[in-house]
């Protein structure tokens, strides 16, 4: 393995992600249609990583009778990786009145976050009420007890 070509080349890729990740990838192409003009708008989020390893390391392996074997390794080794994603978010609506910016509104998300509210304060209320039930039995307990 060319470990300083495969760096050189990573390194050279990397820096090639600001320039092909700018404005262009939140703004789209602008449609003309009817007297409007429309550019979509999105939210593009990217992430990346990458690490090396190098240097003589030893694979410690259990033996035939149980003891551990040193198979003398040699260590080297790479990798990267990285991800991305976009979603809408708006549309710029130019007509001859003027500028409008409308929002693009992700009903399924605010349904889910609404449902998610809701079955969490659902799950407080019923373990609330299981505990004061647990209380009041301890206490009623307690009282045929002492009487």
């Not at 003009?37 to 939210?43: D, E, H, L, S």
């Not at 929002?103 to 799950?123: E, S, Y």
């Not at 009420?129 to 002492?146: C, D, L, P, W």
Request: glycine share 18%.
């Amino acid at each position: 393995m060319d470990t300083p070509a495969t760096m050189e080349e990573m390194v050279r890729q990397i820096t090639r992600i600001p320039d092909e990740v700018g404005a262009h990838a939140c703004f789209g192409p602008p449609v003309e249609r009817d007297g409007h003009v429309v550019i979509p708008v999105a939210r593009v989020n990217f992430g990346y990583g990458l690490g090396f390893g190098r240097g003589a390391g030893s694979k410690t392996s259990p033996g035939p009778n149980g003891d551990a074997a040193d198979d003398g390794g040699e260590g080297e080794g790479g990798g990267g990786g990285g991800g991305g994603g976009a979603s809408p978010v708006a549309i710029v609506n130019i007509t001859s009145d003027g500028v409008h910016v409308e929002p693009i509104v992700d009903r399924t998300r605010i349904a889910l976050g609404l449902f998610t509210m809701v079955a969490w304060a659902l799950f407080w209320v019923l373990w609330t009420a299981r505990v004061v039930a647990r209380e009041g039995s301890k206490t009623r307990r307690y009282e045929i007890e002492k009487a």
